[in-house]
């Protein structure tokens, strides 16, 4: 894949002295929606306004967009306010009349990028624009799948692209609407630095007391960019009411985002550091959630030796996994040490945990 840093340069001149701020409706509902927010937010730091035209939904019988009216909703809002535009894209079509309405930055949804058939037909409806164009994570936690699609997208020579995190589904119940997985688009960034990264903090959340948080995070791992779900009467919008915010919310946090300039060495330095830790943040989060599961593995376990009177300290069972952990962690630069720490205090808390369920 070629590093792609003509987007970049386009994100640096639209942004300014800050990140690329997206914001607006989940959803356009009627044209004084659409305008009323425009105008509320052409003097915040959003410079491109976004709204749902057509809206693919999980289930039928919810409210799936306005269609194409809604394309010359968005005209008359760039028009009156200067803002640029941007949409969502699910096939052929929908590019077509996107492009006739002179939309200016394309989005590529979730459940759209999970289909190599459809991600390869937008594709080749976009072949050779300039326009950019913006490819969200799949459904599904799959890094190669969502590099397949871009890839699609450099294949049809689309020039300027960049993607958009904004988290996966999964059925475990957590804090998330969509668990970020942070470590997913880190290796991303990791691998493809020239490639934009903007977070979509509203899909993630799913509520708006925490969008906040996770845009810092974004920054502080170095985002180029927010699209923020935003709309004057949040509580009453027709999709997604839970995970939009204010205008004047979405000012006052981008004026107590913390952001990062690279101004020296020290300044650098201080970025680089930044970044590294919250990275270690990210994982440790992740370590606590995979030990929490863990646990809960125990809890079956005590319940299942508990209804077979079965003794909880299984010898055998415990020196294979530990001869195992030992040979993996020196796979992983672990030392012998460090995996008989580790593990030998993951064992003990699995003990209590059996025999908490077997003594109640």
Partial sequence: MKNNKQLRHWLDAMALNHPLVIAGPCSAETEDQVLKIAHQLKDTDATVLRAGIWKPRTRPGNFEGVGALGLKWLQRAKEETGMLTTTEVANANHVDL?????????????????????VQEIADALRGTDKPVLVKNPVNPDLA?????????????VKNLGVIHRGFSTYEKTRYRNNPEWQIPIDLQNKFPDLPLILDPSHIAGRRDIIFDLCQTALDLNYDGLMVETHFDPDNAWSDAKQQIKPETLDQMTVDLRIRKEEGDAVEFKNKLATARTKIDVVDHQLLEILGKRMRISDEIGSLKKKNNVAILQTKRWNEILGKMILQGEEQNLSEEFILKIFKAIHQESINHQKQVINT
């Fill in 145 to 157: 799948l969502w590099l397949g699609a871009v890839e699609r997208f450099y294949h049809a020579d």
């Fill in 98 to 118: 996107a492009m006739k309405h002179d939309i200016d930055i394309l989005w590529i949804g979730a459940r759209t990028t999970v289909s190599p058939f459809i």
